[in-house]
C-alpha cells in the first residue's frame, strides 16, 4: 500500500494502535497440509510462513504463552452447507484426510488443538470460553489464510474484546496482492499487524 494511502486512513480516524495486553495467547490458524501439499488444489506456496510460526512457537512454549492450533474439516453432515457450497475444494477436507494434518514442522505436543468448520476459530468452538478461562486479553494471530480464516479470526477477536496481534510473516495466502490488502484492512480497522521480531521481543518479556 502506498504511503498516501495509509495517510489517508490515518488522518480519517482508522488504524488505531491496540498495543500488547498483559496475558497472551497464540491462536494458530489452520497451518494443515491442504497449503503445503503440493498437489493439494489449495496448495499455496506458504513454507515461509510455517518457518515464521515454528520461531514464535519455540519462543511461546519456552515461556509457557499458551498456545491453540485449530484444524478445519468436514464430516458428511455439514458438506452441502453454504460454506462448502462456496468453496467446493473443503470438500476434500475430511476427518481422516491427510490434507487436514498440521504441517509436521511445527510442534503441537504442548498445545491445544481445536477443531472448527467455519473461517473463524471462534465460531461454534469453545476458543472464547478458552481465553476467558486463562483471562488472556491478547490474541497472538498466525496461520492460514491472511484473507479467509486469520480475518475472520481477527473480526472474532475484536467482537469478543480482545487485543488481536497478527503477525505479520507467520500468516500468508495464495496471492501476495490479497495478502497485502487483507493485512492493510486487518491493521485499519481488526487488530495490529506487527512483525515477528516484534511479537518476539514481546513474548520474551511477558
Same mark, same amino acid.
Given at each position: 500500500?502506498?504511503?498516501?494511502?495509509?495517510?489517508?486512513?490515518?488522518?480519517?480516524?482508522?488504524?488505531?494502535?491496540?498495543?500488547?495486553?498483559?496475558?497472551?495467547?497464540?491462536?494458530?490458524?489452520?497451518?494443515?497440509?491442504?497449503?503445503?501439499?503440493?498437489?493439494s488444489?489449495?496448495?499455496?506456496?506458504?513454507?515461509?510462513?510455517?518457518?515464521?510460526?515454528?520461531?514464535?512457537?519455540?519462543? /511461546?512454549? =519456552?515461556?509457557?504463552?499458551?498456545?491453540?492450533? $485449530?484444524?478445519?474439516?468436514?464430516?458428511?453432515? &455439514? +458438506?452441502?452447507? @453454504?460454506?462448502?457450497?462456496?468453496?467446493?475444494?473443503?470438500?476434500?477436507?475430511?476427518?481422516?484426510?491427510?490434507?487436514?494434518?498440521?504441517?509436521?514442522?511445527?510442534?503441537?505436543?504442548q498445545?491445544?488443538?481445536?477443531?472448527?468448520?467455519?473461517?473463524?476459530?471462534?465460531?461454534?468452538?469453545?476458543? /472464547?470460553? =478458552?481465553?476467558?478461562?486463562?483471562?488472556?486479553? $491478547?490474541?497472538?494471530?498466525?496461520?492460514?489464510? &491472511? +484473507?479467509?480464516? @486469520?480475518?475472520?479470526?481477527?473480526?472474532?477477536?475484536?467482537?469478543?474484546?480482545?487485543?488481536?496481534?497478527?503477525?505479520?510473516?507467520?500468516?500468508?495466502?495464495?496471492d501476495?496482492?490479497?495478502?497485502?490488502?487483507?493485512l492493510?484492512?486487518?491493521?485499519?480497522?481488526?487488530?495490529d499487524?506487527?512483525?515477528?521480531?516484534?511479537?518476539?521481543?514481546?513474548?520474551?518479556?511477558?
Amino acid at each position: 500500500m502506498s504511503q498516501s494511502q495509509e495517510e489517508d486512513y490515518l488522518s480519517a480516524g482508522f488504524a488505531g494502535s491496540l498495543g500488547f495486553g498483559r496475558k497472551p495467547a497464540v491462536i494458530v490458524v489452520d497451518m494443515v497440509m491442504a497449503y503445503f501439499d503440493r498437489s493439494s488444489p489449495l496448495y499455496a506456496g506458504v513454507e515461509a510462513v510455517a518457518e515464521s510460526n515454528l520461531r514464535l512457537l519455540t519462543v /511461546a512454549y =519456552r515461556k509457557r504463552i499458551p498456545v491453540i492450533f $485449530t484444524r478445519q474439516f468436514f464430516e458428511e453432515s &455439514t +458438506s452441502d452447507g @453454504v460454506y462448502v457450497r462456496k468453496v467446493p475444494a473443503l470438500k476434500l477436507m475430511r476427518p481422516d484426510s491427510p490434507l487436514t494434518a498440521i504441517e509436521p514442522s511445527l510442534p503441537t505436543d504442548q498445545a491445544a488443538v481445536i477443531i472448527k468448520h467455519f473461517p473463524s476459530a471462534f465460531h461454534r468452538t469453545d476458543l /472464547a470460553a =478458552r481465553l476467558e478461562s486463562l483471562g488472556v486479553d $491478547t490474541l497472538i494471530i498466525t496461520g492460514l489464510t &491472511t +484473507s479467509g480464516c @486469520v480475518r475472520a479470526t481477527a473480526m472474532d477477536t475484536l467482537l469478543h474484546n480482545l487485543s488481536g496481534i497478527v503477525v505479520r510473516e507467520a500468516v500468508g495466502d495464495r496471492d501476495q496482492r490479497q495478502h497485502e490488502a487483507n493485512l492493510f484492512d486487518i491493521n485499519a480497522k481488526l487488530g495490529d499487524v506487527r512483525s515477528e521480531a516484534e511479537v518476539i521481543g514481546w513474548l520474551n518479556k511477558a
